[in-house]
C-alpha cells in the first residue's frame, strides 16, 4: 500500500477481506437469514418510502432510506469487480434487480391511492427525483466513497447511516411505480435515471476505495484481480451515466434561461398597458413554452412586433404561446 493509500485506510483500522465479503455477499456464511433479512428490509422500506411520496413526507422518506438494504449488493458488484468474483457480480446484479421489481411493483400499487397524476407535478418528493444533474451524480459519487470508507474501516462504521440517508435508492423506485402507474412516464423514466445514476456513483466509488485499500491482491481475491480490469469498468460506467446526465443538466440550464428571456421580451410587448399582467411561470410542453398574460379587455399590442423581438432571443426551434385568457391563445413562433 502506498503511504497515501495507508494514510486514508491505516493497516490497523482495515476490515480484512473475510469480514468484508461476508457482509457484502449474501451467498457466504449465514444465507438464508442474509436474504430473508434483505427482502423484509426492502418490502418495509419500500412502502415507507412509498408512503413518505405520496403524503410529501420528508422525515418518513429519511427513516426509509436508514433501513434500506439495497445499498449491500450494490457494493458486493464492487466487491466482486475489484476481487475478480464474477460470481458475485452476478449474484448482486440479481438482488438489485429483485429490490427494483419489489419497489416498482409496490409503487404500481399505491399509485391507486393518488386522486389525480396532476396532483404529482406539485410534490416536492417527486419533482426532486425526476430530473437528475451531474450535481446529483457528483454528490452520489461522494456518498459512494464514504460508503466504501465506512465499508473499509473499522472506526468509520457509525457513518453508514450518514451515507444511507445520503445515497437515495429506495425513493427514486417508489416514484418510478407510482409515477408509472399514474401514466407519467418521463417522471417516471427521469427518477429511474436518478436510481441507476445513484447505483452507478456506488459502484464507481466502491470499486476505487476497494482497490486502493488493496483487496485486489488478497490470497482470497481471484488470480485475474487486478487495478486496470477495475478502473476499465469504472470508467465505462461512469460514461454511461454522466452523458445523459451532463445532457440533461445542460438542457435545464437552456430551459431556465429561455424562460426567463420569454418573460423578459413578452414584459416590454405589454409595457404599454399598465394593467397587463404576466403571472406564473412560464410553463414547458417539450419544446413549447406557453406565457399567462392578462389583460383587462383581452386585447393585446399588435402580434407581430411580440414574433419579431422573440425570434431575436430564442432559437426557432423553441415553440412560444401567449394565453390571454378566455380560451384564447396567441401563437408567437
Same mark, same amino acid.
Given at each position: =500500500?502506498?503511504?497515501l493509500?495507508?494514510t486514508l485506510?491505516?493497516?490497523?483500522q482495515?476490515l480484512?477481506?473475510e469480514?468484508l465479503s461476508d ?6 456464511g449465514?444465507?438464508?437469514s ?6 423484509i =428490509?426492502l ?5 415507507i418510502?412509498i408512503?413518505?411520496v405520496?403524503t410529501?413526507s420528508?422525515?418518513t422518506?429519511?427513516g ?8 449491500t ?5 464492487a466487491?466482486?469487480i475489484v ?12 438482488w438489485?434487480?429483485?429490490?427494483v421489481g419489489?419497489? !416498482? ?13 396532476e396532483s404529482l407535478?406539485?410534490? @416536492? ?7 437528475? @444533474?451531474l450535481m446529483? $451524480? ?5 456518498t ?5 470508507f465506512?465499508?473499509c474501516?473499522?472506526?468509520l @462504521?457509525? !457513518?453508514?447511516p450518514? !451515507?444511507?440517508i445520503?445515497i437515495?435508492?429506495?425513493?427514486p423506485?417508489?416514484v418510478?411505480?407510482v409515477?408509472?402507474?399514474q401514466g ?11 436510481f441507476l445514476?445513484?447505483?452507478?456513483a456506488?459502484?464507481i %466509488?466502491?470499486?476505487?476505495?476497494f482497490?486502493?485499500a ?6 482470497g481475491? /481471484?488470480?485475474? %484481480?487486478?487495478?486496470?480490469r477495475?478502473y476499465?469498468? *469504472?470508467?465505462t460506467?461512469? $460514461?454511461?451515466i454522466a452523458?445523459p446526465?451532463?445532457?440533461n443538466s445542460?438542457a435545464?440550464?437552456? !430551459?431556465a434561461?429561455?424562460s426567463?428571456?420569454i ?12 394593467e397587463a ?7 414547458? /410542453?417539450?419544446l413549447?413554452?406557453?406565457v399567462?398574460l ?5 386585447s393585446?399590442p ?14 426557432s426551434y423553441?415553440?412560444?404561446? *401567449? ?11
Amino acid at each position: =500500500m502506498s503511504r497515501l493509500t495507508q494514510t486514508l485506510i491505516p493497516r490497523s483500522q482495515r476490515l480484512s477481506a473475510e469480514d468484508l465479503s461476508d457482509v457484502l455477499d449474501l451467498s457466504v456464511g449465514d444465507r438464508l437469514s442474509k436474504r430473508t433479512g434483505f427482502l423484509i =428490509m426492502l418490502t418495509l422500506s419500500g412502502v415507507i418510502a412509498i408512503a413518505g411520496v405520496l403524503t410529501d413526507s420528508t422525515a418518513t422518506v429519511i427513516g426509509a432510506m436508514i433501513i434500506a438494504p439495497l445499498g449491500t449488493p450494490i457494493l458486493g458488484i464492487a466487491w466482486g469487480i475489484v476481487t475478480g468474483h464474477i460470481r458475485l457480480v452476478v449474484s448482486s446484479i440479481l438482488w438489485v434487480l429483485s429490490g427494483v421489481g419489489i419497489v !416498482v411493483a409496490l409503487g404500481l400499487v399505491f399509485a391507486a391511492f393518488v386522486a389525480t397524476p396532476e396532483s404529482l407535478s406539485t410534490n @416536492s418528493q417527486v419533482i426532486g427525483r425526476t430530473s437528475p @444533474s451531474l450535481m446529483d $451524480l457528483m454528490a452520489a459519487l461522494a456518498t459512494g466513497f464514504a460508503g466504501g470508507f465506512a465499508m473499509c474501516r473499522k472506526d468509520l @462504521s457509525a !457513518v453508514l447511516p450518514g !451515507v444511507a440517508i445520503a445515497i437515495s435508492l429506495v425513493p427514486p423506485l417508489g416514484v418510478v411505480g407510482v409515477c408509472a402507474g399514474q401514466g407519467q412516464w418521463p417522471e417516471a423514466v427521469g427518477a429511474l435515471v436518478l436510481f441507476l445514476s445513484n447505483v452507478f456513483a456506488l459502484v464507481i %466509488a466502491g470499486s476505487i476505495v476497494f482497490t486502493m485499500a488493496g483487496y485486489a491482491r488478497d490470497p482470497g481475491s /481471484s488470480p485475474t %484481480a487486478n487495478r486496470r480490469r477495475a478502473y476499465a469498468i *469504472v470508467a465505462t460506467l461512469g $460514461l454511461i451515466i454522466a452523458v445523459p446526465l451532463a445532457a440533461n443538466s445542460i438542457a435545464s440550464i437552456a !430551459v431556465a434561461r429561455w424562460s426567463v428571456d420569454i418573460q423578459n421580451v413578452t414584459a416590454d410587448w405589454v409595457g404599454a398597458d399598465p394593467e397587463a399582467h404576466i403571472h406564473g411561470a412560464v410553463q414547458w /410542453s417539450g419544446l413549447t413554452a406557453t406565457v399567462f398574460l392578462t389583460t383587462p379587455d383581452g386585447s393585446t399590442p399588435p402580434i407581430g412586433e411580440l414574433r419579431e423581438e422573440m425570434a431575436k432571443a430564442i432559437p426557432s426551434y423553441v415553440g412560444v404561446v *401567449v394565453d390571454v385568457g378566455q380560451a384564447t391563445e396567441l401563437t408567437v413562433q
